[in-house]
T-cell receptor, first 117, second 115 residues
Framework: AQKITQTQPGMFVQEKEAVTLDCTYD???????LFWYKQPSSGEMIFLIY??????QNATEGRYSLNFQKARKSANLVISASQLGDSAMYFC??????????????FGSGTRLSIRP | GAGVSQSPSNKVTEKGKDVELRCDPI?????LYWYRQRLGQGLEFLIY????????KSGLPSDRFSAERTGESVSTLTIQRTQQEDSAVYLC?????????????FGPGTRLTVL
């Protein structure tokens, strides 16, 4: 069974500092995709970044990067130079690949990030 | 290029009534997902439609919940005999294909309140 674990229910970070949000996953598939989403207080789910299991380079999107350590089954999100607008819930998610019956996306429980001015 | 839309945005109903929630995916998207998010919690998978294949209903919490989708178009999630524990935001998402590489895009959700 696939499982996503986010061990940090809440984090406080000073503005302009970098922050790492942890995510570990469990799957027996070789093909899978990892996603991070941001959910501000408005409730919308905003896609941030994607990492494929076969990607050799860590994904980057602007201030977001994904620290992908396949052997450890971790996919931590790094936000550089944090801003007040980064305050939100962050969800890690995974989708398995070749077994179509298991290709639903499963989400972790989320991390609430609060940026201090 | 409209995104995923959901209606209604808010629904207040009385315990025991049936409700129907609607999701319009991004045009041409093959896969469509329904999730439930209770206040302050994460996303709970409900059901997944994957093109013309049989849907994955493994997340539906009880037989009071059902969903339909015709082809690659609109989906409706129906909750019969609503209970107070059904109060939550119901989120719909779609993705272009069923590939594991494909990102899913979310609608704004329907906030359901059962009195």
């Amino acid at each position: 069974a696939q499982k996503i674990t986010q061990t940090q229910p809440g984090m406080f970070v000073q503005e302009k500092e970098a922050v790492t949000l942890d995510c570990t996953y469990d799957t027996s598939d070789q093909s899978y995709g990892l996603f991070w989403y941001k959910q501000p207080s408005s409730g919308e789910m905003i896609f941030l970044i994607y990492q494929g299991s076969y990607d050799e380079q860590n994904a980057t999107e602007g201030r977001y990067s994904l620290n992908f350590q396949k052997a450890r089954k971790s996919a931590n999100l790094v936000i550089s130079a944090s801003q007040l607008g980064d305050s939100a819930m962050y969800f890690c998610a995974m989708r398995e690949g070749l077994r179509s019956s298991a290709s639903k996306i499963i989400f972790g429980s989320g991390t609430r990030l609060s940026i201090r001015p | 290029g409209a995104g995923v839309s959901q209606s209604p945005s808010n629904k207040v109903t009385e315990k025991g009534k049936d409700v129907e929630l609607r999701c319009d995916p991004i045009s041409g998207h093959t896969a469509l997902y329904w999730y439930r998010q209770r206040l302050g919690q994460g996303l709970e998978f409900l059901i997944y439609f994957q093109g013309n294949s049989a849907p994955d209903k493994s997340g539906l919490p009880s037989d009071r919940f059902s969903a339909e989708r015709t082809g690659e178009s609109v989906s409706t999630l129906t909750i019969q005999r609503t209970q107070q524990e059904d109060s939550a935001v119901y989120l719909c998402a779609s993705s272009g294909t069923t590939s594991f590489t494909d990102t899913q895009y979310f609608g704004p959700g329907t906030r359901l309140t059962v009195l």
